[in-house]
């Protein structure tokens, strides 16, 4: 048997490199799982996601069949239509990040009419879901630095502290 080769160990002289590393591209080494993650980075997922499902909870919730829909007319039809649009505007929504804000809004409109057409919005699961997803879609921006956090800070502040004190100031004689 192949074992893997453990890391490399830098020798105890050589200095740590002070830049931090880079995050991994997506290239052809990279795994399906790595992919995943930057496609999944470079949209509002979460959003499109829970209007998606939304969506499909609603049809989900849906009782009677197609052919008999048909003869009850245009408010039966509309118990299905709607929450098929939700379905293609939360799929939109991943695959087309770009046009997110026209596709929320009218996601937000679809879901509020699940209300009256759809068993009170799928029992109000797929409609809360619908309009947490197009709200979360609608206030997603692309390209924002990583959050810091609270430790994060405090090192900076601490650093920029220790930075303009002078050396042997803060130490007792």
Not at 118 to 146: H, K, R, T, Y
């Amino acid at each position: 048997m192949n074992r893997p080769e453990p890391p490399a160990v830098p020798e105890p002289g050589a200095a740590a490199s002070a830049e931090p590393t880079a995050p991994a591209q997506a290239g052809p080494k990279a795994s399906a799982r790595q992919r995943f993650r930057q496609w999944r980075g470079r949209r509002p997922f979460v959003g499109g996601a829970l209007l998606t499902f939304g969506g499909v909870e609603i049809l989900v919730t849906m009782k009677a069949p197609l052919g008999v829909i048909l003869h009850i007319g245009m408010q039966g039809l509309a118990g299905y239509l709607l929450p098929s649009l939700m379905i293609v505007c939360g799929l939109l929504i991943l695959f087309n990040p770009a046009q997110r804000l026209f596709y929320s809004i009218t996601a937000v409109l679809l879901s509020l009419g699940t209300w009256v057409t759809s068993n009170i919005g799928g029992f109000m699961v797929g409609l809360l879901c619908g309009l947490i997803g197009s709200s979360m879609a609608f206030g997603w921006l692309p390209d924002q630095e990583p959050r810091r956090t609270r430790r994060q800070r405090r090192e900076e502040s601490r650093s920029a502290a220790e930075a303009l004190l002078p050396k042997g100031a803060g130490e007792p004689a």
